[in-house]
């Protein structure tokens, strides 16, 4: 079993930047590949992007060059780095963790809003 605690989020004006973390407590096996999806209102959840330990990571095209994922193996906990955002990255983010890049376990979602 593993459980994913989410921190950071909250309101961003345009062009801004956040910060989210996810920590992974229980079984550093299930947690090969960590990451996040985003939902926004009204909208299906999709991938924003992922990490493989050892360093093998994914962008969806809506993030890339703007958002930077990075993790720390020891910590089991990833960071989620968004620059340049825009109101179309409000959502709610959550953090998934897996053996492989589907997800198996989820956090309980932080929201993120980008508005003036």
């Known amino acids: 079993q593993v459980q994913l605690v989410e921190s950071g989020g909250g309101l961003v004006q345009p062009g801004g930047s956040l910060r989210l973390s996810c920590a992974a407590s229980?079984?550093?096996?299930?947690?090969?590949?960590m990451g996040w999806y985003r939902q926004a209102p009204g909208k299906k959840r999709e991938l924003v992007t992922s990490?493989?330990?050892?360093?093998?990571?994914n962008y969806s095209d809506a993030v890339k060059g703007r958002f930077t994922i990075s993790r720390e193996d020891a910590a089991n906990t990833v960071h989620l780095q968004m620059n340049g955002l825009k109101p179309g990255d409000t959502a709610v983010y959550y953090c998934?963790?897996?053996?492989?890049?589907?997800?198996?376990?989820w956090g309980q979602g932080t929201q993120v809003t980008v508005s003036s």
């Open positions: 998934f963790a897996g053996i492989t890049w589907t997800p198996a376990y």
């Open positions: 990490i493989k330990r050892g360093g093998n990571t």
């Open positions: 229980g079984s550093i096996f299930s947690t090969n590949v």
